[in-house]
């Protein structure tokens, strides 16, 4: 299964190892879902990531950047234009997962327009995970 990550489910795994954002992540790191970026996506990773507030370790971040690019698939995704977003920061991970019928994990549903495809961590731990 093809899988988008929003960076709050990066953020969410490393602030709180142990809980649901931290076993899907792990899950794609250890191949069991294909996760799917494109070049927007990673510099957010990469930018956020370096946030001083979070205080992540270098090492810390290319742990998790590091198998996302080696094993994910960097695609070019179609633009999506007929869809208004609150937050347009936000359209870039919808339209990589429409482009790949990829599942969109998220922390922020509301962020997103309503669609089959687009799960909170938790419907997706409860899904997919167990």
Same mark, same amino acid.
């Given at each position: 299964?093809? +899988?988008? @990550? ?17 076993? %899907?992540? #792990?899950?794609? %790191? $250890?191949?069991? $879902? #294909?996760? %799917? ?8 990773? /990469?930018? +956020? @990531?370096? !946030?001083? /507030?979070?205080? $992540? ?10 198998? %996302?690019?080696?094993?994910?698939l960097n695609i070019v995704a179609h633009p999506i234009k007929n869809i208004a977003f ?11 997962? /429409?482009?790949?019928?990829? +599942?969109?994990?998220?922390?922020? @549903?509301?962020? !997103?327009?309503?669609? $089959? ?14």
């Amino acid at each position: 299964m093809n +899988v988008v @990550l929003d960076t709050n489910v990066l953020v969410s795994a490393m602030l709180s190892p142990g809980r649901k954002a931290y076993s %899907i992540l #792990q899950a794609v %790191i $250890f191949g069991d $879902f #294909q996760i %799917i970026y494109d070049y927007r996506i990673m510099d957010e990773y /990469k930018d +956020v @990531l370096h !946030y001083k /507030k979070f205080g $992540f370790e270098e090492n810390d971040i290319e742990a998790v950047l590091t198998p %996302i690019r080696e094993y994910g698939l960097n695609i070019v995704a179609h633009p999506i234009k007929n869809i208004a977003f609150t937050d347009e920061s936000d359209r870039k991970f919808f339209e990589v997962a /429409k482009s790949a019928d990829a +599942v969109l994990v998220t922390g922020n @549903l509301k962020h !997103y327009p309503e669609d $089959f495809l687009v799960m909170s961590v938790s419907d997706f731990h409860v899904r997919f995970i167990g």
